[in-house]
């Protein structure tokens, strides 16, 4: 199963001088704020728990986990340690127009996808291997397509 997530307007990123990293806040429609790390090669999410209720609370936590970065920056271990903490997002390629994203969640794998409007999909199924989860998310994507192109002619699927 799929779940259609629209991405919220509502948030603003900033970029940390001297880092590589970009914290993005977003507030969610239960009005608590979460955030995400952006760096060069990954994207890293803190897990669904981490929710607070004002955004000084989340750009205080946003500081910690951003000096955790910081400092894990050098380390060999930098991956499994925020795996434990949060989902890690790399980048794999754009399908059909699509940008596709592994998700890693400590052993287990999904995918996400993002259209060029800003729409994401991102699967409820988590898998035991990468290519499993990215072999998904092109089926996936293809059969969106094919559904909206029916739509198109038909108007109802």
């Known amino acids: 199963m799929t779940a259609a997530v629209k991405i919220q307007p ?38 669904a728990r981490y929710r607070y209720p004002s955004h000084d609370d989340a750009r205080r936590a946003a500081h910690c986990f951003l000096e955790l970065m910081k400092r894990l920056e050098r380390s060999r ?29 400590r052993t287990r794998y999904t995918w996400e996808a993002i259209t060029a409007s800003g729409f994401c999909w991102r699967s409820q199924r ?23 192109q029916i739509r198109g002619v038909v108007g109802w699927v």
């Open 77 to 105: 271990m930098k991956l499994s340690i925020l795996a434990e903490i949060g989902i890690l997002k790399f980048p794999q390629e754009t399908y059909r127009q699509h940008e596709l994203w592994l998700i890693v969640d």
């Open 126 to 148: 988590w898998y035991k291997q990468p290519d499993t989860a990215i072999v998904k998310a092109r089926i996936h994507i293809d059969r969106e397509l094919a559904v909206s």
């Open 10 to 47: 509502q948030g603003f990123s900033v970029q940390y001088p001297k880092t590589q990293w970009r914290v993005s806040f977003v507030e969610d429609s239960a009005g608590k704020f979460r955030f995400l790390l952006s760096g060069q090669n990954f994207k890293f999410e803190p897990r």
